[in-house]
């Protein structure tokens, strides 16, 4: 069975779900997936069903990198954190200086992306510095 | 001879041409021309003339648009336009998907796994030819988190085959 087979109702829904610029190829026996889902929401439910499809992730044949299009500058978005408060830091780096904090759920501003990893952000509170982006979902 | 009788037969037929051309505005053809030019560089619209009717038939992005190349095709035409039918059909540009590209430079790929990997002090990843491997020992609810940041990187592959789940 090819991948594209085992991941077909993942292909599918991406589809059906409205994800923008959707590509896929297989590289190497793994299945590259990109694209720009239209709400977290649809990344979320991607990635549930690629972890019903392999459990844990265990097999590794995918590599899913989709992004949020609400994720764009100007917008809010939510600090999802496990339960730890999140670094900004001076600048897209973990050995920049922290010149600020934001709490679990809070929600605060993306002024732009340094890139995929790091997002120059702004609370409430008018701390202004960078951020990991994995830990920022659109609201 | 049959050269010359054969111009002097376009030059009179251009000559009528003309003539009843000046008499009721510009010809359909010369009409077409005008509104052409006045559409240059877009090439998803074609203009046809028949008897000063403008037929506007191809493609635009907007509704914007489409009524925008209705009026420049009136105020090119001016007077000698009877009426527009403007056939355009909005259709969505077809974005290209960017092509896929995976992280081929193991020592760029490795220091974004590095500092990615703080916040997951119970397991190790290594990078080898764009491979990253994870062992140790993860709790299930944390294991997509960390399987989302790894493929942000755009590995060639995730190995997370040798981490001990714990439920």
């Known amino acids: ?139 | 001879m049959k050269f010359s009788k054969l111009t002097f037969c376009l030059l009179a037929t251009s000559a009528v041409l003309s003539f009843s051309a000046c008499k009721s505005g510009l010809s359909d053809d010369k009409l077409e021309e005008k509104i052409e030019n006045a559409l240059t560089g877009r090439k998803t619209v074609d203009v046809e003339v028949e008897k000063g009717k403008v037929i506007l038939s191809g493609t635009v992005t907007s509704e914007e648009e489409k009524q925008q190349i209705e009026s420049i095709a009136k105020t090119a035409g001016d007077k000698d336009v009877k009426s527009i039918q403007n056939d355009l059909v909005v259709s969505a540009p077809v974005a290209t998907p960017a092509p896929i590209t995976v992280s081929n430079n193991d020592a760029v790929l490795g220091a974004a796994v590095n500092t990615f990997m703080k916040d997951f002090p119970s397991v190790q990843a290594s990078v080898k030819d764009g491979v990253i491997s994870v062992t140790g020992t993860l709790e299930q609810a944390k294991i997509v988190t960390l399987k989302q940041g790894l493929d942000n990187l755009n590995p060639k592959k995730v190995d997370l085959s040798g981490i001990v789940v714990k439920k």
């Open chain 1, 1 to 139: 069975m090819s991948l594209q087979e085992k991941y077909k109702v993942l292909l599918d829904t991406a589809q059906s779900s409205g994800v923008n610029d959707l590509n896929y190829a297989e590289m190497d026996g793994v299945l590259q997936i990109r694209g720009t889902a239209p709400s977290a929401d649809v990344k979320n439910k991607l990635w549930e069903i690629y972890g019903n499809i392999d459990p844990n992730f265990q097999t590794g044949d995918v590599v899913l990198n989709v992004d949020v299009a609400t994720e764009v500058p100007g917008s809010q978005v939510r600090v999802i954190t496990e339960n730890s408060n999140l670094n900004i830091r001076k600048g897209p780096g973990t050995d920049q200086p922290i010149v600020g904090k934001a709490a679990k759920g809070e929600i605060i501003t993306l002024i732009s992306k340094a890139n995929d990893q790091w997002w120059l952000v702004r609370t409430t509170d008018n701390e202004e510095g960078y951020c990991y982006a994995q830990y920022l979902e659109s609201v």
